[in-house]
């Protein structure tokens, strides 16, 4: 019965996993740019909820509704500024721009909120309370809720890039980006959208974090993206439900590692993704074959 | 502006106006003082041999290429600096060469991309539906999976659907079979008709000189010959085309009475 909970453990956590590397995968799907600093965006949108939350008394659970335009809003400022700038030079230019950007911002969170982890309060209710079947399996809503936020999210991203206009166009960017010029489409304007769709989605992961466990300014960059990478490249890249695949897949994996001995859990997670690297790597749900 | 054309008389102002254009490929000279005009209604075809600057001349009057020196006029407004989506959102909408469907996009979805932007006019997906028959019943096909016709003929649409005031067509013919050429070729009345004009690119000179109004040879990123279809003789285009007896030193034929 253990392991059937670590495997739902895993499950559920992979949601919030997924929420980490969907964003990093669009980005790189639209404008092959790879966002180091997504991870440290997650801790900003963190950091920003519990301001929020200590300022105006917004309901805990709710403050993403404030955190999350915000951060899209600096993801299309940021895209249509920084990234947009490193891209004229070369895919390569942003890697270096946004390692950098990450380090700042590490660097900026360590200088202004010390190193001191800090959590986004729930209240224990949610934290605390989970549904008991048996004595062994123990599901805490606040993990149900956040696995449910990440598939609504995913079912929501998948719906505007296939139906609506703006989505039709992030993905014609993303095919052929001077043919979509030749057809009036201003490609700059649609890398912000791609951005801020994924800086949103991050930042929900951020926030969703914090509540789940604490946040700190070097966690962004130890952990959430690391496990959007691994997500990612386990579920395959440019995939959106890869990324629910990659993250449950991992989090089951470092589930069922923490169940042999606690401190396999780490690596557990990266056997796997090493394991994938080798024998598949093109990621679990990729189409295209292997040539 | 209503300088009669000498080549021309009488057909008002020119729609697109290149003057004096020069454009390079890093060291290498691509266009040499390239200059020409384009009436409302004329198919305007530009031909030569590989590497003569065709494509080069089309992409730069699309945008997608800096001129090192020299502009471009288009309804008299000076665009040698517009952006390529300003072009195109102004009426110069480009089919470019090798189709450049969006791969992974359904047929409708490749129409609607190109209809995002579009200026009001004629052409609807409908109209375009009725245009190819084929299409209507297969829009929900990913573009990938089409021949290379019927995507050449997707990728025409796609850029229909813009209502461009003059349509650039970049190597219509290049990697299709002769039969699937002809009848691409042979909608074009039908475009006319909705009041387009054409500027095309064709390495293929016997089918530009069909569909052609007006004709410019380039050999090497120079003008070697101008003029009507009907005005210029075979030798004369072969010359032109080829660079024989010096022929690329010879800038414009000689015209004399109309044919």
Known sequence: MVWVNAMIQGLLVGGLYALFACGLSLMFGVMKVVNLAHGDLAVVAGYIAIGIIFVTHVPVLWSFLIVVPVMAALGYALQRTLIQTALDRSVLTTLIVTFGLSVVVENGLLQFFSANTRGIGVGLSLVTASLNIGSQIQIAYLLVVIFAAAVVVLLGLQYFLSRSKYGRLIRAVADDREAAQLAGADYRHVFGIAAALAFGTVALGGVAYGMYSQLAPTTGTDTILLYAFAAVVIGGLGSLWGTLLGGVVLGVAQQIGAQINLSYEGLAGYLVFLAVLVIRPEGLTSRRAQS | ?259
């Open chain 2, 1 to 259: 502006m209503t300088a009669p054309d000498g080549d021309r008389p009488g057909e008002g102002t020119p729609l697109l106006e290149v003057r004096d254009l020069v454009v390079h490929h890093g060291q290498l000279k691509a266009l040499d003082v390239i200059s020409f005009r384009v009436f409302p209604g004329e198919v305007y075809a530009i031909i030569g041999a590989n590497g003569a600057g065709k494509s080069t001349l089309l992409r730069t009057i699309a945008g997608l290429h800096h001129p090192t020196s020299g502009s471009m006029l288009f309804e008299g407004n000076d665009i040698t600096r517009l952006r390529p989506e300003r072009r195109a959102t102004a009426g110069i909408v480009m089919v470019p060469e090798g189709r450049r469907l969006f791969a992974s996009l359904s047929v409708e979805e490749n129409l609607q991309v190109g209809a995002t932007y579009a200026r009001p006019g004629p052409w609807t997906l409908d109209r375009v539906y009725e245009l190819f028959d084929w299409m209507k019943g297969r829009r929900n096909q990913p573009a990938a999976q089409l021949s290379g016709g019927e995507q050449q003929t997707v990728a025409l649409g796609r850029a229909l659907v813009a209502n461009p005031r003059v349509l650039l067509l970049d190597e219509l013919s290049l990697g299709l079979a002769p039969v699937v050429v002809q009848r691409i070729y042979g909608m074009l009345p039908q475009v006319l008709e909705t009041g387009l004009t054409v500027l095309l690119v064709e390495q293929d000179v016997s089918q530009a000189m069909r569909v052609a109004s007006h004709i410019h040879c380039l050999l090497e990123g120079r003008t070697t010959l101008e003029g009507r279809p009907a005005d210029v003789t075979a030798e004369q285009v072969e010359a032109a085309y080829f660079g024989l007896n010096g022929a690329a030193s010879t800038t414009q034929p000689s015209e004399g009475s109309e044919a």
